[in-house]
């Protein structure tokens, strides 16, 4: 199946339409639903665009409403704080006047001077992705899929290490996107963000051993050290935790070289069979 890494960028040149408002196109999905992680990785870009020369180190999101993938969506930008080291924004998505998405993200100077402390978990001993056959981007994915109804999984490739049946169904799997990006920090994060949540939804489905309808309720990723979108990164999820209708999934991204990249929690809601 062809990539829709192009489309997926075209996507992230979010319009201005006046300060701290901004317009962006969707891609087509089942149903019109618009995909939860490419809608807020437009809404942390959005944020981004008003705290220059700071990267983003947190983002969390609650998604309100499906939407409609035909149509564009409002990003409106609150500036919560602007400090020496910390920039804060709320971004609300809305899409004819209904919201449809809050976001809270964080932005930090660059550190300077020697009292840095850095450890993180240690970094798993896996094959080599080239030593692992090619799967579809997305378990939604297949031959028998239409044309075009999944544009927005297919901007990425990966590799699967391992994968577990029983909860916590953990999982480790190797992703890169699916061509070359531009070397921009904001858009490197933009896109790790969207990664962490599209394939987050599998360890829970796994672990409640079923495809059954679900929404993506909340989801935060904390970032620790800048990707490397050249090469392979490491993803390692799980889903540790499913209360009645919901159903926690946690992951850590390295990349190749190690280097923890960001911490990622997303939580699912199965509603009851109507």
């Given at each position: 199946?062809?990539?829709?890494?192009?489309?997926?960028?075209?996507?992230?040149?979010l319009?201005?339409?006046?300060?701290?408002?901004?317009?962006g196109?969707?891609?087509?999905?089942?149903?019109?639903?618009?995909?939860?992680g490419?809608i807020?990785a437009?809404?942390?870009?959005?944020?981004?665009?008003?705290?220059p020369?700071?990267?983003?180190h947190?983002?969390?999101?609650?998604f309100?409403?499906?939407?409609?993938?035909?149509?564009?969506?409002?990003f409106?930008?609150?500036?919560?704080?602007e400090?020496?080291?910390?920039?804060?924004?709320?971004?609300?998505a809305?899409?004819?006047?209904?919201?449809?998405l809050?976001?809270?993200s964080?932005?930090?100077?660059?550190?300077?001077?020697?009292?840095?402390?850095?450890?993180?978990?240690?970094?798993?001993?896996?094959?080599?992705?080239?030593?692992?056959?090619?799967?579809?981007?997305?378990?939604?994915?297949?031959?028998q899929?239409?044309?075009g109804?999944?544009?927005?999984?297919?901007?990425?490739?990966?590799?699967v290490?391992?994968?577990?049946?029983?909860?916590?169904?953990?999982?480790?799997?190797?992703?890169?996107?699916?061509?070359?990006?531009?070397?921009?920090?904001?858009?490197?994060?933009?896109?790790?963000?969207?990664?962490?949540?599209?394939?987050?939804?599998?360890?829970?489905?796994?672990?409640?051993?079923?495809?059954?309808?679900?929404?993506?309720?909340?989801?935060?990723?904390w970032?620790?050290?800048?990707?490397?979108l050249?090469?392979?990164?490491?993803y390692?999820?799980?889903?540790?935790?499913?209360?009645?209708?919901l159903?926690?999934?946690s992951?850590?991204?390295?990349?190749?070289?190690?280097d923890?990249?960001?911490?990622?929690?997303?939580?699912?809601?199965?509603p009851?069979?109507r």
């Amino acid at each position: 199946m062809p990539s829709s890494l192009g489309d997926v960028l075209a996507t992230l040149k979010l319009r201005p339409v006046k300060p701290a408002l901004f317009l962006g196109r969707q891609l087509p999905a089942p149903a019109n639903h618009i995909l939860g992680g490419h809608i807020s990785a437009q809404a942390l870009l959005a944020a981004s665009h008003t705290a220059p020369g700071r990267a983003p180190h947190s983002v969390h999101t609650y998604f309100l409403r499906p939407g409609d993938s035909r149509l564009p969506v409002e990003f409106a930008v609150t500036d919560l704080q602007e400090g020496r080291t910390f920039s804060a924004r709320r971004v609300t998505a809305r899409q004819e006047g209904e919201i449809l998405l809050e976001a809270m993200s964080s932005f930090k100077s660059p550190d300077t001077g020697p009292t840095q402390v850095t450890y993180q978990p240690p970094f798993p001993q896996v094959p080599q992705p080239e030593s692992l056959p090619r799967v579809p981007p997305h378990f939604a994915e297949s031959e028998q899929v239409g044309e075009g109804q999944w544009a927005s999984l297919r901007w990425f490739e990966r590799r699967v290490v391992d994968a577990e049946q029983l909860p916590p169904a953990r999982s480790r799997i190797w992703w890169r996107p699916d061509g070359a990006v531009p070397e921009d920090p904001v858009l490197t994060a933009t896109l790790v963000a969207y990664l962490s949540a599209v394939t987050l939804t599998e360890p829970a489905y796994t672990a409640r051993g079923s495809l059954s309808a679900s929404a993506q309720r909340d989801h935060s990723v904390w970032f620790h050290a800048p990707a490397v979108l050249s090469d392979w990164l490491l993803y390692e999820q799980s889903s540790p935790s499913s209360a009645g209708s919901l159903a926690l999934a946690s992951g850590t991204m390295f990349n190749r070289s190690g280097d923890l990249v960001c911490t990622v929690r997303q939580e699912m809601y199965f509603p009851p069979p109507r």
